[in-house]
């Protein structure tokens, strides 16, 4: 059995999460994660966990969150809060439903494409994405107010409506992905051997501390600490 206990926002009482039929039906793969890593088990003892697809955020966004409204010069080990590496886009629903059945607040930060119904394949084809239905279906779990987004509607809405569940991506007319903020491909441009992509946690981290918070980069950190700060409970979470 796995237990997480909470106090409640007052001091007067404390909240049991057991993981419920989430742990149930996924205890096998709980259980393989958990022993696999410490950092997936270590998630239920933070204040909040913020989720992201691979090593590049992994790498950058701990350099640039103190620099942030929202961070306030605050590192997020200052915050108790948890960068998680999803393991690239399939990974967020199972990690948002164990996130769910612990009670651990949570916010995600995803490239825009994510959210798509439909993605460009490496022979320039267009597919209808697999990981539409299982993204939208646990963000509409987490927010029940939430509409499903129709295949047509505008990448405005996808990110109005996804953001409602937690869920941000960069603030630009059609979707990036980290990579693809200006300030980023200028810098790996400039590289002495010109890359597309920071490939590992140290590469991110080099590339962060060379440059200011890019903009793009700050307005999502922002929302996404500013979901996981404010919750009052959160300050004596055991």
Known sequence: HVYRFQKEANGTGTRIFSGGPFLRAELQKVENKFASSINVANLLFTN???????ATEVGAFPIWIPQTEKGKGQTLADMNIA?????????????LRLLKAFGIPYTVIGDGDALLPCFIDKKGDTQKSKRLSPL?????ELCPTLKIPQKTVSFKVLKREAARAGFYTYDTPDPIAFEEIPEV???LQGHAQSKKKAD???EARLLAESMPTPPLAKKVLNQAIGRLRPLPDLEETK
């Open 83 to 95: 960068l998680h590496d999803a393991g690239g886009k399939p990974g967020f629903p199972f990690y």
């Open 200 to 202: 590992t946690v140290h």
């Open 48 to 54: 909040g966990v913020l989720l992201v697809e691979g």
């Open 136 to 140: 939208w279906k646990i963000l509409k």
């Open 185 to 187: 491909v200028a810098f």
